[in-house]
């Protein structure tokens, strides 16, 4: 995988679907469902960004992440419920490593949602689109101590604890500790195989 290849694949991002779910762009129509969650002060509390202040706020940052999308640099997907249609959270690479062959993945999930095995069932679906159709060899998922949510899922999705990265980040005015999870290629094709299951928990 290069840059240019990774540009054109994310110009306009594949749709992916699992069992309840489908992985899509994000699109401007989203705003309404997109502040239900990310005015929530839980949904951000471990996150690098504050709660939304208004739907124009949303709407703002949605009609950004187009440009975004056209120029093949964004890499995120809209994770939407199927049975409604409503989109209920964010999943994707929040960065890459091209020489190293790697990637880091993130997700955000509206807090009803929470505790039903959503985020591992999205995130396994980005991590087969990574292994398989990226070809990556390698990709990681970080969590601030004390978001055990987040580290569960990781867990779940067949993810190795590396460490802890003491005070690596300054967030909200404080210093936070990161832990770094990660998952190989091989490993991954030896738990799910090519085209992996999807098993909802």
């Known amino acids: 995988m290069n840059h240019d290849e990774l540009t054109r694949i994310f110009r306009d991002p594949p749709v992916l679907d699992t069992p309840r779910l489908t992985l899509r762009r994000m699109l401007r129509r989203d705003s309404e469902d997109m502040f239900a969650y990310a005015r929530d002060p839980a949904v951000?509390?471990?996150l690098l960004w504050q709660p939304h202040e208004s739907e124009a706020y949303t709407r703002r940052y949605l009609n950004y992440l187009q440009s975004r999308y056209r120029s093949g640099d964004f890499h995120d997907w809209a994770v939407v419920w199927r049975e409604s249609g409503r989109m209920i959270g964010t999943c994707g690479f929040?960065?890459?490593?091209?020489?190293?062959?790697?990637?880091?993945?993130?997700?955000?999930?509206?807090?009803p949602y929470w505790g039903i095995g959503i985020a591992p069932?999205?995130?396994?679906?980005?991590?087969?689109?990574?292994f398989r159709e990226l070809r990556?060899?390698?990709?990681?998922?970080?969590?601030m101590i004390g978001n055990d949510r987040s580290r569960r899922v990781m867990e779940k999705i067949g993810m190795r604890f590396e460490g802890v990265r003491r005070d690596s980040l300054h967030v909200k005015g404080r210093y936070v500790?990161?832990?770094?999870?990660?998952?190989?290629?091989?490993?991954?094709?030896?738990?799910?195989?090519?085209?992996?299951?999807?098993?909802?928990?």
Do not use: K
């Not at 998952?183 to 085209?195: N, T």
């Open 44 to 46: 951000s509390e471990f």
């Open 94 to 111: 929040t960065q890459f490593n091209l020489e190293a062959n790697s990637a880091e993945i993130g997700y955000v999930l509206a807090r």
């Open 177 to 201: 500790s990161v832990g770094v999870y990660s998952i190989l290629e091989d490993e991954f094709r030896i738990r799910y195989g090519f085209p992996p299951e999807d098993p909802q928990n």
């Open 121 to 130: 069932e999205a995130a396994r679906a980005v991590l087969r689109f990574g």
């Open 136 to 143: 990556l060899h390698r990709i990681e998922a970080h969590y």
